[in-house]
């Protein structure tokens, strides 16, 4: 069964399964770069008519539509795309890394503390309004992150990365002075 939650971004949605949906951890794809992927439910799911960006995890995607197409029209699409899916499948939706893009391996303490925080006290409250944050870099007191899922283009977004992340971040590390969006 697949439930809907609403996210603070009005253009996205987070329908959440009792089925594992990704086995790799947060992956978000968009409409732009859907020629580079294989994975036939994520291309389907980005052919639909107004879907911009989608972002699994693992129990849970988020939808994010632009304004030519209502939610009324898409949710029925999504869960039926969902549940058709399940129905015929009984691997998760995502199995295996598609963008596999890992830093050199080269952390450091205050990059390995960084990562820590954004992994135990701030991906998790993103990931309930359907969304996630990935660690970019820091240089000179400057942590760069992505916000992705429903977090990208909400109206919110700047004031959870300014008062949210930048300042959790703050309090654990001292060696960070802000956190920007790439």
Known sequence: MIQIEPTPNPNSLKFLSEKTISAIGTEEFQKDNIEELSNEFIKELLNFKGVELILLSKNFLSVKKNDEVSW????????????????????????????????????????????????????????????????????????????QGSCSGCPSSLMTLKQGVQNLLKHYIKEVQSVEAV
Do not use: C, W
Request: glycine fraction near 6%.
């Open 72 to 147: 009324d029209e898409l949710k029925p699409m999504i869960i039926s795309h969902i549940n058709h899916y399940f129905e015929n499948n009984k691997e998760p939706i995502l199995k295996e890394k598609i963008n596999d893009i890992n830093s050199d391996g080269t952390k450091d303490e205050t990059v390995k503390r960084i990562l820590e925080v954004l992994d135990t006290k701030i991906r998790p409250a993103v990931a309930r309004d359907g969304g996630d944050i990935k660690f970019k870099s820091f240089q000179d007191g400057v942590v760069k992150v992505e916000l």
